[in-house]
């Protein structure tokens, strides 16, 4: 494949990438779709686009999220 159609691929993904994530984020709290987000494979940063956040105040949610789930 040449690397114009790998560009435009990639692009596309991205969006729709992007576009499953706002629907999956929408009414939730940082706290409550960054863990679901993190799951799918999203990385603090594109999270924290999502949520217009930064990705350490994602990163702390992630934690929080994890801590909970262990003393469960």
Not at 2 to 23: F, G, H
Not at 37 to 61: C, Y
């Amino acid at each position: 494949m040449d690397s114009q159609l790998l560009e435009s691929m990639e692009r596309k993904l991205a969006v729709l990438i992007a576009l499953m994530a706002y629907q999956i984020a929408e009414g939730k709290t940082v706290a409550e779709g960054a863990p679901v987000l993190k799951r799918l494979g999203l990385t603090p940063s594109e999270i924290a686009d999502v949520f217009d956040s930064t990705a350490k105040a994602v990163s702390v949610r992630i934690a929080e999220a994890k801590k909970k789930a262990r003393s469960k």
